[in-house]
């Protein structure tokens, strides 16, 4: 009895096979539009929470900096030129000298030489919210007028706390800067060199950086 019920669900199963493969048979079109779907849906899935891992991540990394901006902003001036201080000296630099405030609200000047005798003038400029008011035009076009006239130097940097690159003004400052043969470093830029301890592009290597920095003002 056994056997002939394990024949007779054979049977069945082939008559029912049959019957299934028939109907796929005939509308292949239909399966194959459900399977893509399917395919799809489940491909974009997968696509949205790799992604939305990478946000998170890359909103931790953003979270972290601004919690260091954070602490940057509360430091003295003193303080923050000492940081700048600290950063510059880890350049391939052979000397690195500070000329302190003059006092004037334009910041704390560091002439930096480098192994290839190229020289730099860094001006560091903690934000005391001038920079944000004037979009920071005023101060990167007096360093840029002091690079050869004052410090006999081939480029200037400008690094700040505060955020030169917000909204319309960014285009307007690195215009100046450009012209001028400035590097602007500020907020996010700074907040990398600070968390990596990698200085900005333009500056490694320096012969490179300075070369094309020169040109550019010079132009």
């Not at 491909?43 to 602490?71: N, Q, V």
């Not at 001036?77 to 201080?85: L, Q, S």
């Not at 006092?103 to 730099?120: A, E, H, P, S, Y």
């Not at 990398?192 to 950086?209: C, K, M, Q, S």
């Given at each position: 009895m056994?056997?002939?019920?394990?024949v007779?669900?054979?049977?069945?199963?082939?008559?029912l096979?049959?019957?299934?493969?028939?109907?796929i048979?005939?509308?292949?079109?239909?399966?194959?539009?459900?399977?893509m779907?399917l395919?799809?849906?489940?491909?974009?899935?997968?696509?949205l929470?790799?992604?939305r891992?990478?946000?998170?991540?890359?909103?931790?990394?953003t979270a972290?900096r601004?919690?260091?901006?954070?602490?940057v902003?509360?430091m003295?001036?003193p303080?923050f030129?000492?940081m700048?201080?600290q950063?510059l000296?880890?350049l391939?630099?052979?000397?690195?000298?500070?000329f302190?405030?003059?006092?004037?609200?334009?910041g704390?000047?560091?002439?930096?030489t480098?192994?290839?005798g190229k020289r730099?003038?860094?001006?560091a400029?903690k934000?005391?919210?001038?920079?944000?008011?004037?979009?920071?035009n005023?101060?990167?076009?007096?360093?840029g007028?002091?690079i050869?006239?004052?410090?006999?130097?081939?480029a200037?940097?400008?690094i700040?706390?505060?955020?030169?690159?917000w909204?319309?003004?960014?285009?307007?400052?690195?215009?100046?800067?450009?012209q001028l043969?400035v590097?602007?470093?500020?907020?996010?830029?700074?907040?990398?060199?600070?968390?990596t301890?990698?200085a900005?592009v333009?500056?490694r290597?320096?012969?490179?950086a300075l070369?094309?920095t020169s040109?550019?003002s010079?132009?």
């Amino acid at each position: 009895m056994s056997v002939i019920l394990r024949v007779g669900a054979g049977i069945a199963v082939l008559v029912l096979g049959y019957f299934v493969l028939g109907f796929i048979a005939d509308h292949w079109a239909w399966f194959a539009s459900v399977a893509m779907l399917l395919g799809g849906t489940a491909l974009a899935g997968w696509i949205l929470f790799r992604s939305r891992g990478h946000e998170t991540r890359d909103r931790t990394m953003t979270a972290e900096r601004h919690d260091l901006m954070r602490s940057v902003d509360k430091m003295n001036i003193p303080a923050f030129d000492a940081m700048v201080g600290q950063l510059l000296v880890g350049l391939d630099a052979k000397r690195v000298k500070k000329f302190g405030h003059r006092k004037n609200d334009l910041g704390c000047n560091f002439v930096v030489t480098f192994t290839n005798g190229k020289r730099i003038i860094v001006r560091a400029k903690k934000d005391d919210k001038t920079l944000r008011r004037r979009n920071g035009n005023r101060h990167v076009q007096i360093l840029g007028g002091e690079i050869k006239a004052r410090w006999d130097c081939d480029a200037g940097v400008l690094i700040t706390n505060a955020n030169l690159h917000w909204m319309h003004h960014a285009a307007r400052n690195e215009a100046v800067a450009h012209q001028l043969g400035v590097l602007i470093v500020d907020r996010d830029r700074l907040a990398e060199w600070i968390d990596t301890g990698i200085a900005p592009v333009e500056l490694r290597p320096a012969r490179a950086a300075l070369q094309a920095t020169s040109t550019n003002s010079s132009q």
